[in-house]
């Protein structure tokens, strides 16, 4: 039974195509990277699906329960929001509150919890992300990849039925980078419905449990890691995952 049901997607930006009517399916506890160029319409699909982008078209559904994403409802619009949470490539943690809080925010304001109650969900959560020793520490006094551990905290810690991450490592040092997938990945374990986007392949191929190759705004290959990398059909695909290695390759050369 699929979770999330993405129908007839499509955006522009001027006159420039950006997603053509996509349809994608997610089963609860799948986690689907989106690959591709960059410009493809990778990000830009899911701030679409969080309505940080208006949408020309299409709708997701959510269980039965159907949102246009071109709704001017606010009421279906915050109901939607509540569907998925979004973790960004630049954490957008609010920098005058410290991690604890910037966990508890979305608990106190956006569900109303009692602050006593969302501030123990807010310790679970990041204790999770292995951040329990940051708790009073603001974000100009942690790295980046404790920021983006707390931001991956505070989106869990609201339960929501699709956790969005978008390049979540993009703003990374290299040495940063593996803290944070390794977060990730535990995050996948523990059954969460995932949608990626992210360059990091190695990652997609271990944590993944299918891939979408994006290309001029449509989804032109999906399939498992084992059939996208090992076994690919589609030319285009095929010119990309070359192009990867390549550059991988060359990242390992050493003078």
Avoid: W
Avoid at 72 to 98: A, G, I, S
Avoid at 104 to 123: C, D, F, N, S
Wanted: proline share 4%; net charge neutral; with cysteine.
């Amino acid at each position: 039974m699929n979770l999330v049901e993405i129908r007839g997607l499509s955006k522009k930006f001027g006159n420039n195509v950006v997603l053509d009517n996509v349809d994608l399916d997610i089963k609860k506890g799948e986690v689907v990277a989106i690959i591709g160029p960059s410009g493809t319409g990778k990000s830009t699909l899911l701030r679409c699906l969080n309505l940080l982008e208006k949408p020309e078209a299409g709708s997701v559904k959510f269980n039965d329960k159907t949102f246009n994403l071109t709704t001017k409802n606010k009421k279906e619009k915050l109901e939607l929001r509540q569907h998925t949470e979004m973790v960004f490539q630049q954490f957008n943690l609010f920098k005058n509150k410290d991690a604890l809080s910037n966990v508890m925010e979305g608990l106190t304001v956006v569900k109303k919890i009692p602050k006593e109650e969302a501030r123990k969900k807010a310790l679970e959560e990041i204790e999770k992300v292995g951040m329990s020793d940051r708790l009073y520490h603001y974000p100009k006094h942690l790295s980046g990849g404790q920021q983006q551990r707390v931001a991956i905290a505070r989106a869990l810690a609201l339960e929501p039925e699709l956790l969005l991450m978008d390049e979540p490592t993009s703003a990374l040092d290299p040495e940063l980078v593996n803290e944070v997938l390794l977060t990730i990945k535990r995050v996948a374990k523990e059954g969460n419905t995932i949608l990626l986007v992210t360059h990091e392949m190695n990652f997609v191929k271990s944590v993944a449990n299918r891939i979408i190759f994006l290309e001029n705004g449509k989804i032109v290959a999906d399939g498992t890691p084992k059939e996208i990398f090992e076994n690919p059909t589609n030319e285009r695909l095929k010119t990309f995952l070359s192009n990867i290695n390549m550059l991988e390759s060359a990242d390992n050369y050493i003078i």
